[in-house]
């Protein structure tokens, strides 16, 4: 049986940019943010494109592997439809939360959190150019606000077959999950973002605080975030 969830989205233009190239979903069983790559063509168009094929896919039995395939599809039909998209990319961050576990499909540099007990931890890796020199020893994780190649993401979906990250991590009622996008990430410590999710019981109302965190960073970036709450499955007492 699939858990009850309490979830919310919020998305903000930032402080910088003239349009939003992020694009979120929140639906029945799958839960996700895209991210148009800053500097290619029609980046809002990719990550609008990729969440429809989340869309689609939210059925009684989302299978992650086929809805990346999917909107890889989609990307590569939209430009051959429309040649002057072509180099549009995006990232791509998926949720499904199980009776049990939480599967999870990723691409980019957006990011899965998860708080458990009170602590957050990160579920995906990044992407990028930086990440690997942070991973080889080249470059401290401190440093890599002011590295000039940060914004460098190694591996996006843009019409071209790519493997997506996958995995199926246990959860329990009470896990509250994030996903956002490195405008965020970028513009919030990793302990404030925490704060405003132990503080704020309302996924609403925690969605809404993280725009604002993001926008008091300097909002460098679009900013959207996904808040999912994990509730105990209600069951109906048997009555004799």
Not at 162 to 180: E, I, N, S
């Amino acid at each position: 049986m699939r858990p009850a969830t309490r979830s919310a989205t919020a998305s903000h233009i930032g402080l910088v940019y003239d349009h939003n190239e992020d694009c979120a979903y929140t639906g029945r069983r799958l839960f996700a943010i895209a991210d148009g790559v800053g500097g290619e063509a029609a980046g809002e168009v990719a990550s609008a494109l990729a969440i429809e094929a989340v869309r689609a896919a939210d059925t009684r039995t989302p299978r992650l592997d086929a809805l990346v395939a999917d909107a890889s599809r989609r990307l590569a039909a939209a430009v051959d439809a429309e040649p002057a998209h072509a180099g549009m990319a995006t990232t791509l961050t998926v949720l499904a939360p199980e009776r049990d576990a939480v599967r999870l499909a990723h691409l980019g540099d957006s990011r899965a959190y998860r708080l458990r007990d009170a602590e957050l931890t990160q579920l995906t890796r990044d992407d990028t150019f930086v990440q690997q020199l942070v991973e080889s020893g080249h470059l401290a994780a401190a440093d890599i606000p002011r590295h000039p190649h940060r914004s460098v993401v190694t591996r996006v979906l843009d019409g071209r077959p790519v493997p997506a990250w996958h995995a199926r991590l246990p959860a329990t009622p009470g896990d509250r999950y994030l996903l956002c996008s490195d405008g965020l990430s970028d513009a919030a410590s990793a302990d404030d973002i925490a704060d405003v999710l132990r503080d704020e019981p309302s996924p609403r109302r925690a969605a809404d605080r993280l725009i604002e965190l993001a926008l008091a960073g300097g909002g460098p970036d679009n900013v959207t975030v996904v808040v999912v709450d994990l509730e105990p499955v209600r069951r109906w007492p048997w009555h004799r």
